[in-house]
């Protein structure tokens, strides 16, 4: 849908970027994120010319229709995790680049380009969002994240300022648990590089070290791939469960990767990539492992 002539097609397009950043860190999701990006553009150039004329302001517009697109999503999710097959994970994102420092430019992907890989999208805090009540998301994210002042959130949300500033206070709370301890991101690297190590080695005791005593594995296929339907509990179950599972499969390669800004491990099959997985570090320890291996959710690392 091109429109040449019209004069806010400029600063359509260059809404779009933070557009998906803002919808991703709504819903979890970059194709869902994409979506909502298209149809609010959609919905401007339904409007008439005069219509779009009369906007003063075009991305604050545009704004407010993917916020409340994405809030109406938000609202009907919990029917459609109902019918999903074991646990749901958000969908990870690659980084440009692997983060152990080798070929430049190796793990290029066109999503990295779209969404900006801060604190606001590791995945720890992305399972916390998951857990809000849709306009608590709202809320916060728009206010937190994106400093939109509590007036401008109300009328996204269709909730009073004062509402929405006890919202984002809620959200708040939940998410102070979830931020990632100020480990040094060297540091991070190290203890999942020695997971991996251990994983192709089969070290059950070695794993067992480097998890903490009450660590969860959490993995997501969708009911497209195995995987538990249930989180493994413990640093001794979620050891054997991975010592069980061999890394160095034939044709199994595990690569480290950036996810969601952090350290993470990619499992590729003949340089397939068929699981993404995000860990939490606590001190020297693993207390999170997120394994996504719906291949749905994967299509971003297929350049990787």
Wanted: aromatic share 6%; with cysteine.
């Amino acid at each position: 849908m091109t429109h040449p002539s019209d004069p806010g097609l400029s600063v359509i397009l260059s809404e779009r970027r933070r557009l998906t950043n803002l919808a991703y860190r709504l819903l979890g999701s970059l194709a869902d994120a994409e979506d909502v990006v298209q149809e609010a553009c959609a919905r401007w150039y339904a409007m008439s010319p005069a219509q779009r004329e009369a906007v003063d302001s075009p991305g604050a517009w545009l704004t407010t229709v993917a916020s409340r697109i994405c809030l109406d999503l938000l609202g009907s999710a919990r029917a459609r995790r109902e019918r999903y097959v074991g646990e749901w994970i958000p969908e990870p994102l690659p980084d440009r680049t692997e983060w152990t420092g080798g070929r430049p430019g190796a793990g290029t992907v066109d999503p990295a380009d779209r969404v900006t890989l801060d604190e606001s999208v590791n995945m720890a805090l992305l399972v916390v969002l998951d857990a809000m009540t849709p306009a608590e998301r709202v809320a916060f994210v728009l206010h937190d994240v994106f400093r939109y002042p509590f007036p401008e959130v109300a009328e996204i949300v269709g909730r009073t300022p004062a509402a929405c500033r006890q919202l984002a206070a809620s959200a708040r709370r939940r998410v102070r648990t979830a931020r990632p301890d100020a480990i040094p991101a060297a540091r991070r690297a190290g203890v999942v590089r020695a997971f991996k190590q251990a994983w192709e080695a089969r070290d059950i005791d070695a794993l067992i070290g480097l998890l903490a005593p009450d660590a969860t594995a959490t993995g997501d296929g969708g009911g497209l791939v195995t995987a538990a339907l249930h989180p493994v509990e413990g640093a001794e179950q979620v050891a054997r469960f991975f010592a069980e599972r061999p890394a160095a499969a034939p044709g199994m390669t595990l690569v480290e990767r950036t996810v969601n800004g952090q350290p993470g491990l990619v499992a590729q099959r003949d340089g397939v990539t068929v699981s993404v997985m995000a860990f939490e570090v606590t001190g020297d320890r693993i207390a999170r492992i997120w394994a996504v291996l719906n291949p749905e959710k994967l299509h971003p690392w297929a350049a990787g």
